[in-house]
T-cell receptor, first 112, second 115 residues
Framework: GENVEQHPSTLSVQEGDSAVIKCTYSDSASNYFPWYKQELGKGPQLIIDIRSNVGEKKDQRIAVTLNKTAKHFSLHITETQPEDSAVYFCAGGQGAGNMLTFGGGTRLMVKP | GAVVSQHPSRVICKSGTSVKIECRSLDFQATTMFWYRQFPKKSLMLMATSNEGSKATYEQGVEKDKFLINHASLTLSTLTVTSAHPEDSSFYIC???????????FGPGTRLTVT
């Protein structure tokens, strides 16, 4: 089955700086890679996703890149703000009809 | 769009009793719903996958007789924790996906405490 590893487990940045979280996956058949943001005591919120037919996707201050050959994908947050502080999870799966495998999570702290 | 609700948000029950958690997709039809369990500061652990009108598929190590899942309609799935014990205390989260869709949308979670 799929195995997703996520690094780093914790990340502290200064407000305004960029943050990068990286994930690797093992199953070359995986073709869908979402990112979720989870605030304390709440459910995960889908913030961006990418499918294997593209290498990069951007939505305002967040972007995701995918390298299928190396089987890794990354989340990039620019101009970080204190409200970006949360736990971020990456996931991988075979898209429609199939389950997702989640990474271990990254606790992002943005210092004002 | 893509809103998923859970009820209750918090529940405290006594050891040996059963508790039911509801998961609803409010603005889309969810042919598939997933139930996860999350321990403090840990990732999401998939417990089971349920397709509307079918029996749930449980992950290895999850007792199907203890965690009863029903997905009787395209907007509602329930998880019943039977004969709850303190070790069942956890954060339970559901997610829902529309038919043929890629995206999973999560509910806000239910904090279960068994005393």
């Amino acid at each position: 089955g799929e195995n997703v590893e996520q690094h780093p487990s914790t990340l502290s940045v200064q407000e305004g700086d960029s943050a990068v979280i990286k994930c690797t996956y093992s199953d070359s058949a995986s073709n869908y890679f979402p990112w979720y943001k989870q605030e304390l005591g709440k459910g995960p919120q889908l913030i961006i996703d990418i499918r294997s037919n593209v290498g990069e996707k951007k939505d305002q201050r967040i972007a995701v890149t995918l390298n299928k050959t190396a089987k890794h994908f990354s989340l990039h947050i620019t101009e970080t703000q204190p409200e970006d502080s949360a736990v971020y999870f990456c996931a991988g799966g075979q898209g429609a009809g199939n389950m997702l495998t989640f990474g271990g999570g990254t606790r992002l702290m943005v210092k004002p | 769009g893509a809103v998923v609700s859970q009820h209750p948000s918090r529940v405290i029950c006594k050891s040996g009793t059963s508790v039911k958690i509801e998961c609803r997709s409010l603005d889309f039809q969810a042919t598939t719903m997933f139930w996860y369990r999350q321990f403090p500061k840990k990732s999401l652990m998939l417990m089971a996958t349920s397709n509307e009108g079918s029996k749930a598929t449980y992950e290895q190590g999850v007792e199907k007789d203890k965690f009863l899942i029903n997905h009787a309609s395209l907007t509602l799935s329930t998880l019943t924790v039977t004969s709850a014990h303190p070790e069942d205390s956890s954060f339970y989260i559901c997610s829902a996906r529309a038919g043929g869709g890629y995206e999973q949308y999560f509910g806000p979670g239910t904090r279960l405490t068994v005393t």
